[in-house]
C-alpha cells in the first residue's frame, strides 16, 4: 500500500448543495461537509458535541459544529473507535 502523502481526504466542503452551510459559521471556507451527518449523534451525551435534548426526547444538534470543523478527522475517529471499542465491551457489536 502506497503511503500517504496528503490529508485531502479529511475534509470536503459541498457548497453545491442546497443546504450549505446546514449551520451557522464565520468561515463558509473551513466548513466541512465530509461527516454531513454525524456520526456521533448515536452516542448520545458522549458525543463530545454542543446539543441539548428537547422535550420530545430529541437530541437537538444544530448548535454543534463538531463535525464540520475542518481539524475535526481525527477527534471524530477516535470517538468512534471508543464508541466501538465500548459497544464490543458490552457484548453488543
Do not use: W
Request: hydrophobic share 25%.
Amino acid at each position: 500500500m502506497k503511503p500517504l502523502t496528503t490529508e485531502n481526504y479529511k475534509f470536503h466542503s459541498h457548497k453545491e448543495c442546497e443546504f450549505f452551510p446546514c449551520h451557522e459559521t464565520a468561515d463558509s471556507e473551513a466548513f466541512n461537509c465530509l461527516f454531513c451527518y454525524c456520526p456521533l449523534y448515536p452516542m448520545g451525551k458522549n458525543c463530545g458535541g454542543n446539543y441539548v435534548y428537547l422535550e420530545n426526547g430529541i437530541k437537538d444538534c444544530s448548535n454543534c459544529m463538531v463535525p464540520h470543523k475542518k481539524g475535526n478527522y481525527d477527534y471524530i475517529m477516535t470517538k468512534l473507535m471508543e464508541y466501538h471499542k465500548q459497544l464490543r465491551e458490552e457484548g453488543r457489536l
